[in-house]
């Protein structure tokens, strides 16, 4: 009997890759491969790329050749945002099989039946700029949180920003081809779901926006908590917050809000749309409006020609907003993007990976601050896969707990209620107060005495 061929995939970049790697997962497993992790013996490889910064390049390069040593007789096929903008860089790379853009990423294990090539076949076709429909496949039990692609691409071309060349034009998926994906995530045990796309708040199928598709997931039988990924400060309308405000809606209370930069100046140079006022009003709203929001945001330090004044600017808007967290980044060169070719005096590297660490432990004390004001609060955790016999997962407003159960408990893909105790690092210890029963009608206590402390 010949054995199953075996897969690997490894994924880098934002959620909308980590949602097209479980696409892609789903098909190789329905078309007989058996998964193994990144790094093992794989008769199949797939590397799903990013572009966004010469960092994500170099760790793509990276992994395509530690796949290529570990498997040298394997179809190495490397997909995505890098294959689509830098193809001839991957090419260069002996031993890869296939370089697929986005356009037809999806189609790999279509493409995996030919056999090592003496030279990569490249797949990089212009992106389609029509709204789109996905087939998934699927039918094991994926009991943990799910990434629902419902969009793809950006037209608000950003100054900095490779993505629209690496993703396209904005457009959205099919209307009802993104519930049948929920209601089969549902019946394979998702209990929340996290809409990913590049630009999510300019969902627009069927006369239908983002407001519509979260109230339409919020009848899908089995999922309790929808969330929606970094979303773009001018595309959140009102009734987004009304949703995340109302405690019978599945929207959690989370926004992912980028900002970029605290000064009008250098947004203006981002081609970012909005104000430093703007932004900060409706953020002010939203934390007014949301009971026990988390605001997330993201900030770029080291734009070409910000000065110290302007990056000073960014840190006290920063220091007077609640942020619960932020992303920090420096910035990148993206040839082809406008920010490069206007030929801007650039901030020196070391002096914008010095921006970088004053605002990272800015961050650092913000997140601390946000996690403590729900210290010796009991909160509903929706349970993971446990780690080092311990059992993480994250309450409505995006707090990462950790627990002890009771010994020989599956507490994976279960809620409970979870008292909080202490700020370890990035995340919270807590003690186990209730967990939902196995048949998920009632919720059983727990007897204080088979939980460890923590």
């Not at 009304?242 to 992912?256: G, I, S």
Request: with cysteine; net charge positive.
């Amino acid at each position: 009997m010949t054995a199953s061929p075996r897969a690997s995939i490894h994924t880098l970049g934002c959620r909308l890759n980590q949602a097209e790697s479980v696409l892609l997962r789903d098909q190789l497993e329905a078309a007989g491969y058996l998964m193994a992790p990144f790094g093992e013996p794989a008769d199949l490889g797939i590397i799903n790329t990013c572009t966004v910064t010469q960092e994500a390049e170099a760790k793509c390069r990276k992994a395509i050749r530690r796949f290529l040593r570990a498997n040298p007789e394997g179809f190495l096929a490397v997909v995505g945002c890098y294959s689509q903008t830098g193809a001839k860089a991957i090419a260069a790379i002996p031993g890869v099989d296939l370089i697929v853009g986005n356009e037809d990423k999806l189609t790999v294990p279509e493409h995996a039946r030919m056999g090592k090539n003496p030279a990569p076949v490249i797949l990089r076709d212009r992106i389609d700029p029509k709204d789109f429909s996905i087939t998934f496949a699927g039918e094991r039990p994926w009991p943990k949180r799910a990434n629902l692609k419902m969009q793809d691409g950006c037209d608000f071309m950003c100054s900095f920003c490779i993505i629209p060349f690496a993703r396209g034009r904005a457009r959205s998926r099919d209307w009802d081809n993104t519930l049948a994906e929920a209601r089969s995530l549902a019946a394979r045990g998702v209990r929340e779901l996290v809409l990913t796309g590049v630009n999510i708040g300019t969902y627009a199928h069927s006369g239908h926006g983002i407001e519509d598709l979260v109230d339409a997931l919020a009848t899908v039988g089995g999922v309790r908590r929808i969330r929606i990924s970094s979303i773009e400060p001018t595309t959140v309308p009102d009734g987004v917050l009304r949703r995340m405000e109302d405690p019978a809606h599945p929207l959690m209370p989370l926004l992912h809000l980028p900002l970029q930069a605290g000064s009008d100046e250098v947004l203006g140079a981002m081609r970012r749309k909005y104000t430093v006022a703007e932004y900060a009003a409706f953020a002010r709203r939203a934390l007014g409006t949301v009971p026990d929001l988390c605001l997330g945001t993201d900030i770029m330090v080291g734009f070409p020609g910000e000065t110290e004044e302007e990056f000073a600017e960014t840190c006290r808007l920063f220091s007077e907003i609640n942020f619960a967290y932020a992303h920090i980044f420096p910035y990148s060169e993206r040839p082809g993007t406008l920010a490069l070719k206007r030929g801007t005096a650039m901030v020196p590297v070391p002096e914008r990976r010095r921006r970088r660490e004053v605002l990272r432990r800015l961050a650092a004390r913000r997140r601390r601050r946000f996690m403590e004001r729900y210290l010796g609060e009991t909160l509903e955790v929706l349970l993971e896969d446990p780690r080092e016999g311990r059992w993480p997962g994250l309450t409505a407003n995006y707090i990462r707990v950790v627990t002890d159960g009771p010994p020989g408990e599956d507490m994976c893909n279960r809620f409970a209620r979870v008292r909080l105790d202490r700020v370890a690092g990035d995340y919270v210890e807590g003690t186990l107060v209730a967990l939902e029963s196995t048949d998920r009608r009632e919720r059983a206590e727990i007897p204080a005495d088979v939980v460890r402390t923590a």
